[in-house]
């Protein structure tokens, strides 16, 4: 049984994506210091494009047009995975996501072009649930200030990735290898309806999460010297206002410092101060 029309939900699938991509690129323009809100976009728009073919597949099979497709889906997801792992790194893995899309284009593409369309399916599902997982994992051991937030993309990211996985289920249960079609069953538009709700809320939660890390970099900005990385007294008043305990405060006069900077030079006596 089909629970909705699957052409509807392709459809709203591609332009909730893309509505998520437009975000996170006018986002980017607004605070081009985080670069991470570029990275979402660029997979996002990887997924609008695999959703046109896809969309196109559906209504004339392809194996050329169903290769693309998939490849373009496997590139976005493989961004996104780049993406968690530059939000808790600061650092874009473009060789590690450059041999992941690669290896796994080549996977599903070969089945496809060979004739065997349903081996493709279940081969595809199978990795691009392995990816979500891979993305949850990535954002939960990222040491963020928002844990909920967290949690809830982390979870998002593995219900969507099951959902995909279920995807394989019917074809392997009938041995479907050869379907010359795009399958369109229950699991299909199971998956569907997840990931057009799995998109809609990873990319508002993306954006919160992003600005919990902004205001929480104002906020150590606003708290810790800069030089020394160690709490001004606007800090050590807010950490302390609750406690009952008396406040220590060590002072270090140190004799004769202007000289350090006028013998060695200012970076030097930075350094002595560090």
């Not at 060789?95 to 493709?120: E, F, H, R």
């Not at 010297?225 to 302390?240: C, Q």
Request: aromatic share 10%; glycine share 8%; net charge neutral.
């Amino acid at each position: 049984m089909i629970l909705l029309d699957y052409n509807s939900l392709l459809i709203a699938l591609g332009f909730c994506s893309a509505g998520l991509g437009i975000t996170f690129f006018v986002s980017w323009l607004v605070s081009q210091t985080d670069r991470v809100l570029i990275t979402w976009g660029i997979g996002a728009w990887f997924i609008v494009v695999s959703v046109l073919s896809y969309s196109a597949f559906v209504h004339q099979f392809s194996p050329i047009g169903g290769a693309f497709g998939f490849a373009m889906l496997l590139i976005g997801i493989v961004i996104f995975w780049g993406a968690a792992r530059q939000f808790s790194t600061g650092a874009v893995p473009l060789q590690k996501m450059a041999l992941i899309a690669v290896s796994t284009i080549a996977l599903t593409s070969t089945p496809m072009l060979l004739g065997y369309d349903g081996i493709c399916y279940i081969v595809f599902n199978v990795i691009v649930g392995a990816i979500f997982f891979s993305i949850a994992w990535e954002y939960g051991r990222s040491h963020a200030d928002a844990p909920l937030l967290i949690r809830t993309i982390s979870g998002l990211y593995v219900v969507t990735g099951l959902s995909f996985l279920v995807c394989a289920v019917p074809l392997l249960s009938e041995r479907s290898w050869i379907m010359q079609h795009a399958p369109i069953n229950w699991a299909e538009s199971i998956n569907m309806i997840v990931s057009l709700t799995a998109i809609a809320g990873i990319g508002a939660l993306s954006l919160a999460l992003n600005q919990a890390r902004v205001a929480r970099r104002h906020e150590r900005a606003a708290e810790v010297d800069p030089l020394t990385g160690l709490f001004n007294r606007r800090a050590l008043v807010s950490r302390n206002a609750d406690r009952q305990a008396s406040i220590v405060v060590v002072v270090f006069d140190i004799d004769h410092f202007k000289e350090v900077n006028d013998i060695h030079g200012h970076h030097t006596g930075d350094a002595v101060l560090q």
